[in-house]
């Protein structure tokens, strides 16, 4: 699957995070990658461990606070199974 958004809406930003880098080789067009949890899963991904996501999210937690700063709305969309977006997605949310 290949992650592809047309910038079409004035004023609104689009970004896809995970904590493996090859996921970025399928993002295309007004998205901005944010590779987070370096210091936990080395770029490589968590292995669909939830908990290892979740440990990475917290990693990254401040800089994540500063990726959606200043926004009036923020919407989080995840691929559940994979570890990531269950492990991450409640701490992203916060």
Known sequence: MVLEISHKLKGASFAA???????FKKVRGAVK???F???VAHGIGTGMNP????KAAIADKARMAKLVA????VILI???GG?????AGPVLAE
Do not use: I, M, R
């Open 51 to 54: 908990e290892l996501a979740e």
């Open 70 to 73: 200043g926004y009036d709305l």
């Open 33 to 35: 990658p944010v590779l």
């Open 37 to 39: 949890g370096q210091t």
């Open 83 to 87: 570890g990531v977006a269950s492990g």
């Open 78 to 80: 995840g691929a559940l």
């Open 17 to 23: 995070l995970d904590t493996d880098e090859k996921t």
